[in-house]
């Protein structure tokens, strides 16, 4: 048996969009069930979540962290993500360890984009979801219109357990729709409050409320159902019954609501979480690949399956070294080794701890469904699934998110040239979204992220951490040059310089290929006119000009290049005289061809809410860009659209702006288009002056 009873572990997330009052509510969870003796506060930078240095310093998540509590006999593992766009890829990180999840909704602000796309991957990771209508003590509080965008956007029906007693100044306390109570708070930052009857005013609305309540919870299953068409009514324990059944099946989401920062509804959220989220033992089976045979494998949340486990966060703490978090699929975790079947090696380990905050708590064992870390493996990374040897199997890790914003990258002093690079090894270690490769055609370190703050963020901590400082710039746009007619050119290259000369006479045809075609060399020679032995070295001469074309020195691309003609000395011709009349050649029929610059496309998927669509697309079109069409994901629009990519390499900020930090997007090369005619000399200028 493992260190604790499966049946009452319970894996939550607290998720949503940035803002909306998570890590206030996972600190008052935590001092509400008595693990902390404090009310951690962001604002106060004394949070047990946010507890890195940026976190304190932006007031914002920026890496999902844990912590854990007992609470009526269940243990809680609680784990507070992003909300903010630039580091939502953490939270879907985590999405995949969680066994529930606490959708946390601001009832002033109500539902944004980031909770569409947080929604959709629950549902991708099959996490059942319950909801907290937060912040019902603040001016503009609407708990009524919170729950209607709600179950417009994402699509659900709401189970409305708890109502509020007034709002805003005048918010005192929360109706109990199960049990038909009130609970008025006492605000003395304890969460303490008193039961008492439900006001007159109220108690119409009450009813029917709780009509509502009844009336969902009994379609999660026949049963229940029958019995409330006879009946007319539920008793408790078939409510619990019923909405723990339809929480874990998807029918439904229960919602509570309160104040986080007030400690106002926490201990009834505590409740719903025991009773409608389910016990890693109620999830169903992982389907992973039998690394041996290449065929389908599971494993039940059981004690007696093998061994297996996956990891999906990694932590480089200043302390402990790296750490490495993974949830327990299946069987115990004991002994000082595991075995890496994504990389095929074993891995000896120290301690298996419990993540507390920015402290680990050493245990002895790890059982299924719990989540723990250990300290300085060498090889194991995120996504990597452990597991028994005799019995491996791999998990299939998420499709990574895809970076929407790049800088250049270099250092500020000579001397951490040599740092940087395994000092962004180990950053990246931490975080997958961060990209960073050389560009061979710029000659620029890239360092790519899911956003400006994000890039920010990553630069911070690489001077913090590692004491390397580098400034950002932003990076050249890859263009390419064509042409647009065809030539055919004659080139004689002719030295003659004492002793054996050289001697190459090439003919070429030189046309232009479809976009997107690259390079063609065809070989029309006939009668012997070049030997066999010297057309490869012409094809390697027009290859080696094609690096630098002639408009600006960009990569030469779309086109065809045909040898129909020639002739050679049987003394003086060699390889090299033929490689070098191909590239002459080439550069000269170039000039005649109508050389154009062309300039990269990005495809983009921007979501965004309804009201920004019309400000989205006009913004669109003053950059060229075109918009292709609409979807609607939840109560969001996406707009699908293809742009240049030198209008959109700070874009991210931008749209952030204009959306109030409700929109988001993904981007990929999509083709090459001409650049217009208008544009050339400025954007040649600029290219000159950057030189």
């Known amino acids: 048996m493992g260190s604790i009873d499966t049946a009452k572990l319970r894996n939550v997330g607290f998720v949503g969009q940035g803002d909306a009052g998570k890590t206030s509510l996972a600190e008052a969870v935590l001092f509400a069930a008595g693990k902390t003796d404090r009310l951690g506060k962001v604002d106060d930078g004394n949070s047990n979540f946010d507890y890195d240095e940026e976190e304190a310093r932006r007031k914002i998540t920026i890496s999902s962290s844990l912590h854990n509590c007992d609470w009526n006999g269940f243990h809680l593992t ?8 630039n580091f939502l890829h953490d939270t879907r990180s985590c999405m995949r360890a969680l066994d529930g999840a606490v959708l946390v909704i601001s009832a002033v602000d109500g539902v944004k984009a980031q909770l569409g796309m947080i929604w959709k991957w629950a549902q991708e990771f099959q996490v059942p979801r319950i909801a907290f209508i937060n912040k019902m003590d603040r001016e503009r509080a609407d708990f009524r219109q919170a729950i209607t965008e709600m179950e417009s956007s994402l699509k659900t029906r709401a189970a409305v357990l708890s109502m509020p007693i007034g709002s805003a100044e005048d918010f005192r306390g929360i109706v109990d729709l199960v049990r038909m109570k009130a609970r008025i708070f006492e605000f003395d930052g304890k969460g303490s409050f008193h039961v008492e009857e439900i006001p007159a005013e109220l108690m119409d609305e009450a009813k029917e409320m709780r009509f509502k309540m009844v009336e969902v919870v009994a379609e999660a299953n026949d049963q229940l159902m029958e019995r409330y068409l006879e009946e007319d009514n539920l008793s408790d324990e078939e409510i619990f019954a019923g909405l723990h059944q339809g929480t874990v099946g998807g029918l ?15 201990h009834l959220l505590l409740d719903t979480i025991m009773n409608c989220l389910p016990a890693p033992t109620e999830r169903p089976a992982m389907i992973g690949t039998d690394p041996k045979t290449g065929a389908e494998a599971s494993r039940n949340p059981s004690e007696e399956e093998p061994f297996s486990a996956f990891v999906f966060k990694t932590i480089s703490d200043p302390y402990a070294g790296k750490l490495t978090l993974f949830k327990v699929v299946s069987g115990e975790l004991k002994g000082d080794s595991f075995y890496n079947a994504t990389r095929d090696l074993s891995e000896k380990f120290g301690n298996i701890l419990r993540m507390e905050g920015k402290k680990q708590v050493p245990i002895s064992s790890a059982c299924i469904g719990e989540i723990v870390a250990v300290a300085k ?4 990374g995120t996504g990597d699934t452990l597991c028994s040897s005799s019995k491996p199997i791999i998990y299939p890790a998420p499709e990574p998110m895809h970076p929407v914003i790049s800088f250049a990258l270099e250092a500020k002093s000579k001397g951490d040239e040599d740092k940087i690079h395994s000092s962004l090894k180990r950053l990246i270690e931490e975080d997958p979204c961060l990209h960073v490769a050389r560009d061979e055609e710029t000659k620029e370190m890239v360092i790519s992220g899911m956003g400006q703050i994000h890039v920010e963020v990553a630069v911070e901590r690489l001077k913090r951490k590692f004491g390397v400082d580098v400034v950002l710039k932003e990076p050249k746009v890859p263009y390419r040059e064509t042409i647009r007619k065809k ?12 002793g054996r ?23 029309k020679v006939v009668g012997g006119a070049v030997p066999r032995q010297y057309i490869p070295a012409v094809d390697k001469g027009i290859q080696e000009a094609l690096h630098k074309g002639i408009i600006a020195g960009f990569p030469v691309q779309d086109v065809r290049v045909t040898l129909y003609d020639g002739q050679y000395h049987a003394v003086d011709s060699s390889e090299m005289a033929f490689k070098i009349a ?12 109508k050389p154009i610059l062309l300039e990269p496309i990005v495809r983009m998927e921007i979501t965004i809410p309804d009201e920004c669509v019309g400000d989205v697309i006009g913004d669109m079109n003053s950059r060229r860009g075109k918009v292709l069409g609409m979807d609607t994901l939840g109560g969001a629009q996406v707009v699908n659209a293809q742009v240049p990519m030198a209008e959109v390499l700070k874009y991210a900020p931008e749209l952030r702006s204009m959306t109030s930090d409700r929109g988001m997007f993904t981007l990929g090369f999509s083709h090459y288009e001409e650049v217009p005619a208008q544009l050339l000399d400025r954007i040649l200028a600029d290219l000159k002056s950057e030189e």
């Open 487 to 498: 030539v055919q050119q004659h080139y004689r290259h002719k030295k003659q310089s004492g």
């Open 252 to 266: 439904f989401t229960p919602v509570v609501c309160g104040s986080a920062a007030a400690n106002s509804g926490t």
């Open 501 to 523: 000369g050289q001697f190459a006479d090439v003919h070429i045809e030189v046309e232009p290929l479809p976009r997107g075609d690259g390079y063609e060399f065809v070989d």
């Open 78 to 85: 609680l784990i507070d993500t992003p909300g903010y766009t």
């Open 582 to 593: 191909g590239s002459m050649g080439f550069k000269q029929a170039m000039e005649e061809a």
């Open 377 to 380: 493996l060498r090889e194991t």
